[in-house]
């Protein structure tokens, strides 16, 4: 296990990317999947997460294993895997898995350390958001230049957008 390895959300940004390869080499199969913000909006944040992992887990081989899944949810393989015949598999959902797996925790960081990315890229197409600095997360600058610009094709505009002063 990588040292230092810990809850992405516990770590620093730099601690994360320092983190990056180690993991990819400790770790026997990696993957990554998301959803885009349209998802989200059209099918809810619940669906876009099992979208995700399903699109994560098409990259891996998974004859027979187990999936360790950080949260509370009630996750089944039919969630995860849909119906098209991919390997079954024992889901346990681990509650603060991020803080208590080293699986997990990889996961949580690479997740981490490609969305900070995603989010630097995204900073330089459009500079209005503080995407940089923010990563994402609804700061004050972020919230500002909501209400100033209103959102961009990037943003979930299902979510609660500060979008007009109080």
């Given at each position: ?103 997990i925790a990889a996961a949580s ?58």
């Amino acid at each position: 296990m990588p040292q230092g390895l810990d809850d992405s959300k516990r770590l620093t940004a730099r601690r994360r990317e320092s983190l990056e390869a180690p993991i990819k080499a400790w770790a026997s199969h990696w993957a990554l999947g998301s959803a885009s913000n349209r998802e989200i909006d059209d099918v809810g944040i619940e669906v876009a997460l099992r979208l995700a992992a399903q699109r994560a887990l098409t990259q891996l081989p998974l004859g027979g294993a187990s999936l360790l899944v950080d949260g509370p949810r009630s996750i089944t393989p039919v969630d995860l895997c849909g119906t098209d015949g991919l390997a079954p598999m024992n889901v346990t959902c681990v509650i603060g898995g991020d803080h208590l797996c080293a699986s997990i925790a990889a996961a949580s960081v690479l997740a981490k350390v490609n969305r900070d990315r995603t989010m630097m890229e995204l900073a330089v197409v459009d500079d209005r958001f503080g995407w940089e600095g923010n990563k994402g997360y609804l700061s004050a600058q972020h919230s500002a230049a909501l209400r100033c610009h209103g959102p961009s094709k990037w943003h979930r505009t299902s979510w609660n957008l500060p979008l007009a002063l109080p």
